[in-house]
């Protein structure tokens, strides 16, 4: 797809944000996600151009994250936390779930092009595993049946909010905020919880510090 003068003026802005314009690269890529839903060749090439680097250099960053999709994402994101705390307690069987309902496996879109499923690895929200996260959003300790209502939700076109607060608003809407955070919208929910300050709450009751860290020369 051709890039539009105001997505290359908006690239410009990105760029402009960094001493060295190749920094703005990755900020570059969620725009074009935001935009089109996916990273298109044209659109790398477009990054490229504007921070002075070959289209190649822009595809090996574009390829090596697993955050930047190189083929429509459809309209939600599903993310399942397969990694060890997740999986212990209960997210491969969230995962088996939502295959069986979406009818995809990992890294796949479903064929109505509303959602995109994919395993993912530790969102540090391990006090709330199993997690999944929908276009980014978190949904603390979910079960598979709660994951099919949400995606079932999602599918009827029903609000649905993180477990955390926040409206899910879809894949381009979250991309868009990674680029522009000053939306407003950082401050809504509940980021931290009794359970997430739980060991700190202990800590602070037995009186409990860490060590002080040695001066240089003094280790060991
Ligand atoms: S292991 Fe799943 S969030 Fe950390």
Same mark, same amino acid.
């Given at each position: 797809m051709a890039? &539009?003068? &105001?997505?290359?003026?908006?690239? #410009? #802005?990105? %760029? %402009?944000?960094?001493?060295?314009?190749? &920094? %703005?690269?990755?900020?570059?890529?969620?725009?074009?996600? &935001?935009?089109?839903?996916?990273?298109?060749?044209?659109?790398?090439? %477009?990054?490229?151009?504007?921070?002075?680097?070959?289209a190649a250099e822009a595809t090996a960053v574009a390829s090596f994250y697993t955050m930047y999709k190189r083929q429509p994402v459809g309209e939600h994101h599903i993310g399942v936390c397969v990694n060890t705390g997740c999986g212990l307690l209960g997210g491969d069987a969230v995962y088996e779930a939502l295959c069986e309902r979406l009818g995809v496996g990992h890294n796949a879109a479903t064929e109505d092009g509303k959602f995109w499923l994919e395993r993912i690895e530790c969102q540090a929200a391990c006090t709330h595993a199993p997690v999944m996260t929908v276009d980014w959003e978190y949904m603390d300790d979910v079960t598979p049946a709660a994951a099919v209502d949400v995606v079932d939700r999602l599918a009827r076109g029903e609000e649905v909010r993180s477990t955390r607060g926040p409206v899910i608003r879809g894949f381009q809407a979250t991309e868009r905020s990674l680029v522009f955070p000053d939306d407003g919208l950082a401050s809504e929910g509940t980021p931290v919880d009794a359970k997430m300050l739980a060991g700190l709450t202990v800590a602070k009751e037995r009186g409990m510090s860490a060590p002080g860290i040695p001066a240089a020369g003094q280790e060991g």
């Amino acid at each position: 797809m051709a890039i &539009s003068d &105001s997505t290359r003026e908006q690239l #410009q #802005q990105l %760029a %402009a944000r960094y001493p060295r314009p190749r &920094s %703005a690269l990755m900020p570059m890529l969620h725009l074009m996600q &935001s935009l089109e839903g996916e990273v298109t060749p044209d659109g790398i090439a %477009a990054c490229a151009d504007v921070v002075g680097v070959s289209a190649a250099e822009a595809t090996a960053v574009a390829s090596f994250y697993t955050m930047y999709k190189r083929q429509p994402v459809g309209e939600h994101h599903i993310g399942v936390c397969v990694n060890t705390g997740c999986g212990l307690l209960g997210g491969d069987a969230v995962y088996e779930a939502l295959c069986e309902r979406l009818g995809v496996g990992h890294n796949a879109a479903t064929e109505d092009g509303k959602f995109w499923l994919e395993r993912i690895e530790c969102q540090a929200a391990c006090t709330h595993a199993p997690v999944m996260t929908v276009d980014w959003e978190y949904m603390d300790d979910v079960t598979p049946a709660a994951a099919v209502d949400v995606v079932d939700r999602l599918a009827r076109g029903e609000e649905v909010r993180s477990t955390r607060g926040p409206v899910i608003r879809g894949f381009q809407a979250t991309e868009r905020s990674l680029v522009f955070p000053d939306d407003g919208l950082a401050s809504e929910g509940t980021p931290v919880d009794a359970k997430m300050l739980a060991g700190l709450t202990v800590a602070k009751e037995r009186g409990m510090s860490a060590p002080g860290i040695p001066a240089a020369g003094q280790e060991g």
